[in-house]
């Protein structure tokens, strides 16, 4: 969670409250801010490039933006990339993390 926490005071979001949501394959926060409220995505382990992980985050950027669906879109980090890269402070390891908006719903089927 550690390293969580330092993306988002790099991402301008000091003292926001992470909640753990899930760990399966990538590790997911509930993100509180100020007035919104965020989903951080953790990758454990850097084993997947960049640019893999960005070739999915703009097929749903372009799904939000040219389709009616109601799909999770990627926020860009403050260097204008979709994929942070953060250390953690307890390990030194670093981890590939990106941001989506939060959407209010029901889970369905298990996780």
Known sequence: MRVGQQALADW???????????????IIFRVEAARSAYVLRIYPDQSRPDAEIEGELYWLDDLHRQTELIVPHPLSWPNDRLVWIATDPSTGAAHQMVLFPWFEGEVVGKN
């Open 12 to 26: 301008g979001m000091p003292g926001a409250t992470l909640t753990f949501v899930s760990d399966t394959e990538n």
